[in-house]
């Protein structure tokens, strides 16, 4: 419970917040398409520069275990996410395949507050888990495409260019390869305007998310409550296992809390623009609403501090 307090009671969470009420209140408040754009590119850059000079100090052997065991997950959570969304979700195989193409992915900013959110606990975490978010991203957009068996001439090629190519995943491994090449000294000279106003943009960056979310709310009519319940089910089974897996592995609890969190989250980002282009007939009502209005919200305000307490549950476990 005090996890659960401290994590409502933070910045980032407060402005998603707000954005949600702005939406309720009927505010005119509005943050141009063209900014929310320059956000997302300002993040997804720094997230890589940071992952890359943690990447610059890590040893490969370090790296080499946590890599696989990401890998893996990628691949369990869109095939497990395809037979619950059909089987208690009841979504018919395509809409079923392009939602669990959003849960095999993983969410930047969700794993952004999981790692704000397990240092405000007290907690530590690896330094090369940003480098994880880009291994995370891709698989389970792709076998969530896989297992739609889509006959759509250049639908699967087209979306891995999609993926590849996109901004998400061009600006993740980018940004790390130049941290990783610069090291921290280097990045340092940028510091100021990559690092410092970091957690600001973030905040700016959410509470544009909320008003979006706010707005999907609506789609609950059409997609009904029993696949908003499989909208909490998923992040929670599927956060558990990640946080299991990372203490297994030998990570911190915090560590391990933002795996499970990042393994427990859903793409708004990449896979619905990959999803777009390969599964058009997909229903953007039943994915962008569970990823962004009911996944997110929910492992913002439920799911990382669970993650972080069975992180610690779980390490007492194994000792």
């Known amino acids: 419970m005090d996890l659960l307090i401290q994590n409502l009671i933070s910045p980032i969470v407060l402005a998603f917040l707000l954005g949600m009420i702005a939406r309720w209140v009927k505010s005119d408040l509005e943050i141009p398409d063209a900014l929310y754009q320059g956000l997302s590119i300002y993040l997804l850059f720094a997230i890589g520069l940071k992952g890359g000079v943690a990447l610059s100090e890590t040893a490969l052997d370090v790296l080499v275990t946590p890599v696989l065991a990401t890998i893996a997950l990628g691949i369990f959570t869109p095939i497990s996410a395809f ?25 930047a900013v969700t794993f952004l507050a999981a790692t704000e959110a397990t240092r405000l606990a007290g907690f530590e975490a690896e330094g090369f888990l940003p480098a994880l978010v880009a291994v995370l991203e891709v698989p389970g957009i792709l076998i969530g495409l896989l297992l739609a068996r889509t006959n759509r001439a250049g639908g699967i090629k087209a979306a891995v260019h999609e993926v590849l190519a996109g901004k998400s995943i061009f600006l993740l491994v980018g940004g790390m390869a130049i941290g ?99 599964l058009p007939q997909a229903s953007p009502g039943i994915y962008l609403t569970l ?10 305000t439920v799911g990382i501090p669970l993650f972080l307490s069975f992180a610690e549950y779980f390490q007492k476990l194994s000792q």
């Open 291 to 300: 990823a962004l209005g009911v996944t997110f919200p929910f492992n913002l």
């Open 83 to 107: 037979w619950i969304l059909k089987s208690l979700g009841r979504l018919n195989k395509i809409d079923a395949a392009a939602t669990a193409a959003h849960y095999g992915s993983v969410s």
């Open 180 to 278: 990783a090449l610069c090291g921290a000294e280097k990045i340092a000279t940028v510091a100021p305007a990559f690092i410092a106003p970091f957690k600001g943009v973030l905040c700016l960056f959410l509470l544009e998310l909320g008003m979006v979310a706010a707005r999907r709310m609506g789609d609950f009519r059409k997609a009904g409550i029993r696949i908003a319940l499989v909208g909490c089910l998923l992040p929670t089974f599927h956060g558990i296992l990640g946080t299991a897996v990372g203490i297994l592995i030998g990570m911190n609890p915090g560590g391990a809390a933002v795996l499970g969190a990042m393994a427990g989250s859903a793409s708004y980002i990449a896979a619905p623009a990959a999803v777009r282009i390969a």
